[in-house]
């Protein structure tokens, strides 16, 4: 069987988590984990759910169409206008420009 070069896949991967905030961190941090490690992984189409209403996604990142092209990088929930880069200064902080 051979697929195509753009097929589309969707990995579904358990965790327990207190609440939506906490699942939208958890899956921003295994995200870009798995982005640093190959190109296959589309982090603005990444969406969590609860186990028993999987028809229900919640966005975990803005991926709003930004003027000049690219998509916005920020969680789903940012109060700073859209970007598209996420800039780490220090360990375990990350800020965004
Ligand atoms: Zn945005």
């Known amino acids: 069987m051979s697929l195509s070069p ?20 958890l899956a921003r941090t295994a995200a870009r984990a ?3 490690l190959t190109r ?6 990444v969406t969590v759910s609860e186990e ?11 991926d709003r169409l930004l003027p000049g092209g690219g998509r916005c990088a920020l969680p789903t929930d940012h109060l700073v206008p859209c970007t598209r880069r996420i800039v780490r200064h220090q360990r375990n902080t990350l ?3």
């Open 6 to 25: 753009g097929t589309r896949w969707v990995i579904h991967l358990p965790v327990t988590v207190p609440d939506l905030a906490r699942a939208r961190m």
């Open 34 to 36: 798995l982005a640093s």
């Open 40 to 45: 296959a992984v589309d982090t603005g189409e």
């Open 52 to 62: 028993d209403s999987q028809g229900v996604r919640h966005r975990v990142y803005c």
């Open 95 to 97: 800020r965004f420009r």
